[in-house]
């Protein structure tokens, strides 16, 4: 009876703890590497950092690696923590989205490890159009500084030949 007691008390802390992870609620922000993208962009679409299944249902199961997965991005999960009055990022978990053909790779925890590590699974679909929003939105803000230079240089060419001579 006492051992019994003892495994669950230490079965119930195990669950415990890891609702505690899956309970902290959102992620801060994702760290996205990927085709077209230069360097590292951070998404913080709450549709996408709200939940932990948001690019994939883990619990459904994972599938066969598919024969041509696609054009895919590289997604790390970062909490931030205050450590010694500073925000710190701490990367949870890391993954591959194939928003083009439906695929999640799901590499795994940074520190640590789990049950659905190294496995595909099929992606959710209400993640597709958070990602390719906030990618749009990337590709927007990667143009706009370009705009402007052309058209600045434009406006003293046009100033320039229009001075009476």
Known sequence: MFKRLIFLSFAFGVLLSVTAVFAKGSFDYLAVK???????????????TGDFFAFADFSQ???????????????????VETVNGKPSPTPFDQ?????????????????GSSEYDGKWYTANPAAEQPFRAALAE?????WIPFAVLVLIVGGFFIAYNRKPK
Request: glycine share 14%; charged share 15%; no cysteine.
């Open 61 to 79: 199961g994972e599938i066969p690696a598919p024969a041509e997965a696609g054009e895919g991005y590289q997604v790390v999960r970062v909490y």
């Open 138 to 142: 990337r590709a927007r803000l990667t």
């Open 95 to 111: 993954l591959h989205y194939y928003p083009y053909t439906g695929y999640v790779f799901y590499d795994g925890l940074v520190n």
């Open 34 to 48: 990927g085709p077209g993208i230069t360097g590292e962009i951070n998404i913080t679409n709450p549709a996408l």
